[in-house]
């Protein structure tokens, strides 16, 4: 499918929406498709950090197609297949164990929100413009995606953002805490990858019960995710990368990490 497209570079891949002809809106197959992309990513231990990005500079996402509402969403059955179809697209990169950056160019708004709040991190052009248009056409926003909101800005900004179906400029995304980065254009991509490479160098083990840990925290730390999370690092400690990451900083010399 040519409408999402995933690219490597390395040990880093990237997931493209592809319709900037459009935006880059997001039609089900492409919801579809999403998952099962990210859900292979997930999978692939030669691939240690993943890009979900917009096609061209103009858009992350304007986010769902509207125009296929009438036939996807069109009653009650129609509208609750389309909400598992996009949920199963949130969870599985929400939930994907590897470090996740939404690179925005351009508009994001919408589902294309919901893309970035699942990331866990999201990287700027300046110029980029979010919103959450719900309210305009209706719909309660997903739960889950609620509640990465009310995480990333706070229940006073999240109620602003949907009440009020407005626009949010770069500046004051940046001063709510939505996204981490603001870049020049020329400079974003750049910094992104120069970023994730950086990140995959460390030890795979490390970073993934660091992303548990903190999705375990924002949970609720009940005793079986404090147990899931006590197993990894015990599966930490006993790995070659270990004793790699030791006998490195002992040499004086970079460590080479294998993920085991």
């Not at 900004?157 to 400029?169: E, K, M, N, Q």
């Not at 254009?185 to 990858?193: G, H, I, N, V």
């Not at 030791?246 to 004086?252: C, D, G, H």
């Amino acid at each position: 499918m040519t409408d999402i497209l995933v690219q490597h570079d390395g040990q880093i891949a990237t997931v493209v929406i592809n319709r900037p002809q459009a935006r880059n809106a997001i039609g089900l197959a492409m919801w579809t498709e999403l998952a099962r992309v990210t859900e292979g990513l997930a999978k692939d231990d030669s691939i240690r950090a993943i890009v979900y990005r917009g096609a061209g500079r103009d858009a992350f996402a304007s986010g769902a197609d509207i125009k296929e509402f009438t036939e996807n969403r069109k009653d009650t059955a129609t509208s609750l297949r389309y909400n598992t179809q996009t949920a199963a697209a949130y969870t599985g990169i929400r939930d994907c164990p590897k470090p996740t950056v939404a690179m925005i160019f351009g508009f994001c708004m919408g589902g294309a929100m919901a893309i970035a709040m699942a990331c866990d991190l999201r990287f700027a052009a300046e110029g980029s413009k979010f919103g959450i248009p719900a309210a305009k056409l209706n719909i309660i926003y997903p739960p889950d995606s609620v509640g990465q909101l009310v995480d990333l800005v706070g229940p006073a900004y999240a109620r602003d953002i949907l009440y009020s179906a407005r626009t949010v400029g770069d500046r004051e995304a940046l001063a709510m805490g939505f996204i981490q980065r603001l870049l020049p254009a020329d400079t974003l991509e750049q910094s992104t990858y120069d970023y994730l490479r950086q990140v995959a160098e460390n030890a795979p083990l490390s970073v993934r019960g660091t992303k548990l840990t903190v999705q375990s925290y924002l949970a609720g730390l009940t005793d079986e995710r404090r147990k899931k999370l006590a197993d990894l690092a015990v599966e930490a400690f006993e790995s070659e990368d270990y004793k790699e990451g030791t006998r490195a900083f002992l040499e004086k010399r970079a460590p080479k990490f294998q993920g085991r």
